[in-house]
């Protein structure tokens, strides 16, 4: 039998005064900024779901072809994590380490002259990785 136990809760994060922001092509979804998403990480620990997974909407204008935004440690997800584990210690947070939501086109791996970098992706990753941690 299924129950809030076996279950992660999905955010979608947006750096917004403005508590919630439909996505247009999710009807019914939500960003949220980050007080907001500290509530819902609150009602999802009072059902007894164990853990949270977000994902980011970075501005357009912090994305670039390095994704050097993913490494700055006052970034949305390193905030709202800090914010998150402030209010609801207990709960589990996955995080994704990938380039896509700051990279200028889209793409998850560092990319020059439509060559993918794969040896500087994973030097990045492991960057991303070690600020997300801290």
């Not at 999905?10 to 999710?26: C, E, I, K």
């Not at 620990?45 to 949270?52: E, W």
């Not at 994305?63 to 207990?90: F, H, Q, W, Y």
């Amino acid at each position: 039998m299924l129950t809030p136990a076996d279950l992660i809760w999905p955010l979608f994060l947006v750096d917004s005064q403005t508590a919630r922001s439909p996505v247009a092509w999710m009807p019914g979804v939500d960003r949220l900024n980050i007080d907001e998403a500290v509530r819902q990480t609150e009602a999802a620990a009072r059902l007894g779901v164990p853990a949270i997974a977000p994902f980011p909407y970075v501005d357009r204008a912090l994305r670039d072809e390095t994704g050097s935004e993913a490494l700055n440690s006052r970034n949305l997800m390193c905030r709202a994590v800090r914010a998150i584990k402030a209010a609801v210690p207990e709960i589990g947070i996955l995080l994704d380490v990938a380039l896509d939501p700051y990279n200028a086109d889209g793409h998850d791996g560092l990319v020059r002259d439509g060559v993918i970098l794969n040896d500087e992706t994973l030097v990045a990753l492991e960057r991303m990785a070690l600020v997300q941690a801290e």
